[in-house]
C-alpha cells in the first residue's frame, strides 16, 4: 500500500437502543447520509472544535499594524486635502476674464489646428 492512500478511521462499534437507530437513520436518510456520517455530524455539532487561541504577541502584533495604517491613511487624507485646496485656491483666484481669455485663447488654437488640416 502507497503512502499516498487516504487513511480509514478505524471502526468504531456503537451499540444503541433500537428506536435511536431507527430515528439516526430516518434522520440520515432525510439529509441523504449514511448512518455513520449522521451520527458524525450530530457529535459534531454537540462538540465543536474549539476555537484556536491568539497570543497576546498575535493581537500586539494586529494593534501596532492597525496603529501604521492608521497614520498612513491620516497622512494621505492630509496630502489630499492640500492637493485639493490648492486647487480650490488656484480656481478661486481665476476671474471670469481670465477664464474668458483663456477660452478665446483655446478657440484660437482649435481655428488654426482647423484651417492647418484643411
Known amino acids: 500500500m502507497s503512502d499516498s492512500a487516504p487513511k480509514q478511521e478505524a471502526p ?17 436518510e432525510a439529509n441523504n447520509r449514511s448512518m455513520n ?9 454537540k462538540f465543536p472544535r474549539p476555537e484556536p487561541e491568539i497570543s497576546d504577541e ?6 501596532d499594524r492597525l496603529r501604521i495604517m492608521d497614520e498612513r491613511n491620516r497622512e494621505i487624507l492630509k496630502a489630499v486635502t492640500e492637493i485639493v485646496d490648492a486647487y480650490a485656491d488656484t480656481v478661486k483666484k481665476d476671474t471670469m476674464g481670465e477664464r474668458l481669455k483663456r ?11 482647423l484651417r ?3
Open 58 to 63: 498575535t493581537i500586539q502584533m494586529f494593534r
Open 116 to 118: 492647418s488640416k484643411g
Open 12 to 28: 468504531y462499534g456503537l451499540r444503541m437502543p433500537p428506536d435511536l437507530k431507527a430515528r439516526v437513520k430516518a434522520s440520515a
Open 37 to 45: 456520517a449522521e451520527i458524525v455530524a450530530a457529535l459534531d455539532e
Open 103 to 113: 477660452l478665446k485663447e483655446l478657440q484660437g488654437q482649435y481655428e488654426a489646428n
